[in-house]
Structure formats: C-alpha cells, structure tokens
C-alpha cells in the first residue's frame, strides 16, 4: 500500500525566466501514485514544448501501482512510449530534435527511486547536507569523471550544456536508476538546469532547510529571477514528514526492490 499523502509536502514553481520567450520545461506532481518528474525540453520552443509535456503526460497516465516493481516498469514503459512519440514526430520533421531531459522521483511505501536521462538533477537535503542523486548526463560531465578537466574548470567550460542523452534523441532511452530508503524530514529537489546555472547547492539546501516546500521551491524561482534566469527554470521540492510512529520503520531496500525487468 502506498503512504498516505499527508506523508509528503510537495511545492513546484516554473517560470520561463528573463531571455527565453516560451516555457519548454513541464512538471508532473502525483502524490497519490508516488510520481514528481520535471522535464525540460530542447529543439527550438515548439518541438521542446511538445516533447516535455509528451513525456509528463506520458508519466501522468500511470494508475497505481501493486509494488515497487510494478511502479518502476510502468514509468520505463512510459517514458519508452514517450521517446518512440517523440522519434516519430522528428523523423516526420526531417530528422529534427524533439526531445527533453527528464528526473523522476519515485516512491513506494518507505523507499524512493530516482530515474534521469539528461542534466535535470535530483537532490536530496537529509540531516542538514544536500546530495546530488543524479549525475549529469552531459559532455563536462564525462571529460570531469575522465580527470581531463577540474571541477573549478567544469564551472566555466564552454557549451557545458551539451547533453549526451535525452528522451526522444535516440531509438531507446538511455535511463538511469539509483535508489534508497527513505528517512524522515527527507526533502527531494527535483529541478531543470535553469536553476542550477545560477544557484549553488549550498543555497539550495539553505532554501529547502529554512522553509516549506513551496516556500522553498518560490524562494530558488525567485533568486534565480535575480540573477538573470537566462533559461526557462523549473523546481519541484518533496518532503517526506511520516507520522511518528512510522519514522523509524525505514529499514534497508531489498537489493532487487527497483530493479529494472525490461
């Protein structure tokens, strides 16, 4: 059974910043079925329009789930649904680009799941730290993991917004999975690199550990706003407040929990 809604203080912001003329970023909320995703879109504003908000409704029509299991298949099946849209539609445009990253937050009973293709991130904010649970899917990211750059370097490195997989650019999505179990008073950033152009992870945490979720979610629109916003920015903040009683029954994650069956 999955936890009950009280369990989750959910906020979302989107605006479509201060040089960009349409919003290509989409955010999907579903406590109900265990569900956040923000997607961001990329192919010129028409083609990102369609394809974030493809693949967020794509997400949005998943019903609940029967386990943890059944949950993590339905959002693979749909996102492989959404890309096959997607590469349909750009083969329709001459071989065009309809894509858009995507960071999903899942949940079931006491345990979480993250899954991403492309730099939208997902943080975690537990015990006063803030973790990056993604890795960015993006070429600065690659030559810093391959030690041929610094991370003082990857800071101003030019086109660090190249992004090497996205749902829709090729025949399968590229996905990837990490997972965990879920503590009380853990909150989840889910955002689109919009925010993280201007905000540094410690702002971030300093949002999120100060206020509530949409408190904190207007808070990182607004400081971003400030600076400049030279992307559309989107941000999706999830806390996890169970009842007393429950808090302490986390335990580990069954190692074959959100194991993906495809």
């Given at each position: 059974?999955?936890?009950?809604?009280?369990?989750?203080?959910?906020?979302?912001?989107?605006?479509?910043?201060?040089?960009?003329?349409?919003?290509?970023?989409?955010?999907?909320?579903?406590?109900?079925?265990?569900?956040?995703?923000?997607?961001?879109?990329?192919?010129?504003?028409?083609?990102?329009?369609?394809?974030?908000?493809?693949?967020?409704?794509?997400?949005?029509?998943?019903?609940?789930?029967?386990?943890?299991?059944?949950?993590l298949a339905r959002c693979e099946a749909q996102l492989v649904e959404a890309n096959g849209r997607l590469r349909e539609i750009g083969n329709q445009r001459g071989?065009?680009?309809?894509?858009?990253?995507?960071?999903?937050?899942?949940?079931?009973?006491?345990?979480?799941?993250?899954?991403?293709?492309?730099?939208?991130?997902?943080?975690?904010?537990?015990?006063?730290?803030?973790?990056?649970?993604?890795?960015?899917?993006?070429?600065?990211?690659?030559?810093?993991?391959?030690?041929?750059?610094?991370?003082?370097?990857?800071?101003?490195?030019?086109?660090?917004?190249?992004?090497?997989?996205?749902?829709?650019?090729?025949?399968?999505?590229?996905?990837?999975?990490?997972?965990?179990?879920?503590?009380?008073g853990d909150s989840f950033v889910i955002c689109s690199d919009g925010l993280t152009q201007h905000i540094e992870d410690r702002e971030i945490l300093g949002c999120?550990?100060?206020?509530?979720?949409?408190?904190?979610?207007?808070?990182?629109?607004?400081?971003?706003?400030?600076?400049?916003?030279?992307?559309?920015?989107?941000?999706?903040?999830?806390?996890?407040?169970?009842?007393?009683?429950?808090?302490?029954?986390?335990?580990?994650?069954?190692?074959?929990?959100?194991?993906?069956?495809?």
């Open positions: 059974m999955q936890l009950s809604l009280a369990m989750f203080d959910t906020g979302a912001s989107t605006h479509v910043g201060k040089v960009r003329q349409h919003n290509e970023d989409r955010f999907l909320s579903m406590p109900a079925t265990g569900i956040w995703a923000v997607a961001d879109g990329m192919g010129g504003h028409e083609d990102g329009e369609y394809a974030s908000q493809t693949i967020v409704e794509a997400l949005g029509a998943i019903e609940a789930p029967a386990s943890a299991a059944d949950l071989g065009a680009v309809v894509g858009a990253t995507i960071a999903v937050l899942l949940t079931y009973e006491r345990h979480y799941a993250c899954i991403w293709s492309g730099d939208s991130r997902i943080y975690v904010v537990r015990e006063g730290t803030i973790s990056q649970l993604s890795r960015d899917h993006t070429e600065v990211q690659q030559l810093l993991a391959g030690g041929a750059i610094t991370p003082e370097e990857a800071k101003s490195w030019p086109n660090s917004n190249v992004v090497t997989r996205a749902i829709g650019v090729f025949d399968s999505p590229e996905l990837e999975l990490t997972s965990g179990a879920l503590e009380s999120v550990s100060s206020s509530g979720s949409q408190q904190a979610c207007d808070a990182l629109i607004a400081l971003t706003l400030e600076r400049g916003a030279v992307d559309n920015v989107t941000v999706v903040v999830v806390r996890y407040q169970p009842d007393p009683l429950d808090a302490t029954r986390t335990g580990t994650v069954p190692p074959d929990l959100w194991e993906w069956r495809g």
